[in-house]
């Protein structure tokens, strides 16, 4: 019965090697969002696809970047992941952009970076 | 960016109390949502308040939307021990677009 997907749940890298975190909903929704959080701290947005359309957050770092191939699938790519990019990282859905619209979270993955 | 400054950041309770928190802000929300997390997952949708003065119960979860839209709070009556976790508000300012703004989160911990 879940709804948004991740995987894996835990993830352990090599410093500067690429990674790939994956999120996938069953809801299908129009907005996928990818959030960082840091231990004891609040989830942080790195970006969102509105549909087809991808929306940066100003101080997400280049290192970062996302693909959505289609509505249920999106991607998280850490091009050169360093000891400081370790944390949990939250897939969430939204069905629209509108007000009204809640958030969905997924389980997050937790990226080691060793 | 936007701020929601959540309060208290922690409360140690003795099963069966109740508990209150908050979150304020200098800015108008359109949105506001209440989230728990557990240690390794991801948040869990509460409670979501979409207009002032709303109040909205879940079991023996009720939370308000504050008149002014700068606030918002969460009751838990009656604790037991599978409340423990970290509680999240969380304000949506423009249909989403922004992805939502967190406070820091309140940490509950209860003494059976």
């Known amino acids: 019965d879940a709804m948004v997907i991740q995987n894996p749940r835990y993830q352990v890298t090599q410093f500067g090697k690429p990674v790939t975190l994956s999120c996938s909903q069953t809801l299908n929704h129009n907005v996928m969002y990818w959030y960082q959080q840091k231990s004891s701290q609040a989830p942080k947005l790195l970006f969102h696809y509105y549909d087809k359309d991808f929306n940066n957050e100003a101080d997400t770092p280049d290192n970062f970047q996302s693909r959505r191939p289609n509505t249920s699938f999106c991607f998280l790519d850490i091009r050169s992941p360093g000891l400081g990019d370790a944390a949990m990282y939250l897939c969430a859905t939204s069905r629209d952009r509108a007000l009204q619209e809640t958030q969905y979270f997924g389980p997050g993955t937790r990226l080691l970076v060793l | 960016g936007q701020q929601l400054n959540q309060s208290p950041q922690s409360m140690f309770i003795q099963e069966g109390e109740d508990v209150s928190m908050n979150c304020t802000s200098s800015?108008?929300?359109?949105?506001w949502l209440w989230y728990k997390q557990e240690p390794g997952e991801g948040p869990v949708l509460l409670i979501a308040?979409?207009?002032?003065?709303e109040l909205t119960s879940n079991g023996r979860l009720t939370a308000q939307f504050g008149i002014t839209r700068k606030d918002s709070f969460l009751n838990i009556s009656a604790s037991i021990p599978s409340d423990v976790g970290i509680y999240f508000c969380a304000g949506l300012l423009r249909g989403g677009a922004d992805g939502l703004t967190f406070g820091k989160g309140t940490h509950l911990i209860i003494q059976p």
């Open positions: 308040l979409y207009k002032a003065g």
């Open positions: 800015s108008i929300f359109n949105t």
